[in-house]
């Protein structure tokens, strides 16, 4: 079994910052790609930002040079640092992990999610 949980999310104003966090944990053998994406209310779950294993990273572009995502390998833990935040910002950020685990028969390959943490940015 493999669970991402995910800390860091509330309400900050406009111009704060804020730390997401989302470990994962369980039988995992690697940890591949992690990313955070967002929803907004009434809208579709858009990407946010993407890290490779090798720590490549891919920004939506309405979030270039304001997050930075980062990740520590040895504790299956990826972040997202949020600065200069908008109201736009406001949405669940959810964390997404590519994930090879033990399982009965072998190994097993799966994309997990987290549960999703509030962000909220008043204007």
């Known amino acids: 079994q493999v669970q991402l949980v995910e800390s860091g999310g509330g309400l900050v104003q406009a111009g704060g910052s804020l730390r997401l966090s989302c470990a994962a944990s369980?039988?995992?053998?690697?940890?591949?790609?992690m990313g955070w994406y967002r929803q907004a209310p009434g809208k579709q779950r858009d990407l946010v930002a993407t890290?490779?294993?090798?720590?490549?990273?891919n920004y939506a572009e309405s979030v270039k040079d304001r997050f930075t995502i980062s990740r520590d390998n040895a504790k299956n833990t990826v972040y997202l640092q949020m600065n200069s935040l908008k109201p736009e910002d406001t949405a669940v950020y959810y964390c997404?992990?590519?994930?090879?685990?033990?399982?009965?028969?072998?190994?097993?390959?799966?994309?997990?999610w987290g549960q999703g943490t509030q962000v909220t940015v008043s204007s």
């Open positions: 997404s992990a590519h994930i090879t685990h033990f399982g009965r028969s072998g190994y097993y390959t799966d994309d997990y």
């Open positions: 369980g039988s995992i053998f690697r940890v591949d790609h």
């Open positions: 890290i490779t294993g090798g720590g490549g990273t």
